[in-house]
C-alpha cells in the first residue's frame, strides 16, 4: 500500500522552470518503478519520465533533454525538474509508483494531480 501527494505545480511562463515534487508513504520498499505522467483536456494519459529502482531513468521523447526525473530515498521523494517548458507542457501531472506481483499483476498508486500551466 503506496500513498503519493504531488506539489509543485503552478503557472510559469514559456521557457522557464518548475519542479514538481512527490512524497511517498506506506510501503515504499515494495515499489519497483515511480514515474510521471501528465493528462491534458480531453487527451489520453501519457508517460512523461520513470525511474526504476536501480536508478535508470527514461523520457518520451517530447521532454527528453529538458525534464530530468530524480529520486531522494532519504525522504521517500521523487522529483521531476521541468526546465525550458513550452505551452504545450500544459497538462495535469501525475506522480506514480508500480510494484510489479507477477507477469500478470501490477498494482499502481497515483497522486492526485498537480497543475502545470505554461503560457506564451
Known amino acids: 500500500q503506496v500513498q503519493l501527494v504531488e506539489s509543485g505545480g503552478g503557472l510559469v511562463q514559456a521557457g522557464g522552470s518548475l519542479r514538481l515534487s512527490c512524497a511517498a508513504s506506506?510501503?515504499?520498499?515494495?515499489?519497483?518503478?515511480m514515474g510521471w505522467y501528465r493528462q491534458a483536456p480531453g487527451k489520453q494519459r501519457e508517460l512523461v519520465a520513470e525511474i526504476t529502482r536501480g536508478g535508470s531513468a527514461n523520457y518520451a521523447d517530447s521532454v527528453k533533454g529538458r525534464f530530468t526525473i530524480s529520486r531522494d530515498n532519504a525522504k521517500n521523494t521523487v522529483y521531476l525538474q521541468m526546465n525550458s517548458l513550452k505551452p504545450e507542457d500544459t497538462a495535469v501531472y501525475y506522480c506514480?509508483?508500480?510494484?510489479?506481483?507477477?507477469?500478470?499483476?501490477?498494482?499502481?498508486?497515483w497522486g492526485q494531480g498537480t497543475l502545470v500551466t505554461v503560457s506564451s
Open positions: 506506506g510501503r515504499i520498499l515494495a515499489i519497483n518503478t
Open positions: 506514480n509508483a508500480r510494484t510489479v506481483l507477477s507477469s500478470l499483476v501490477a498494482l499502481d498508486a
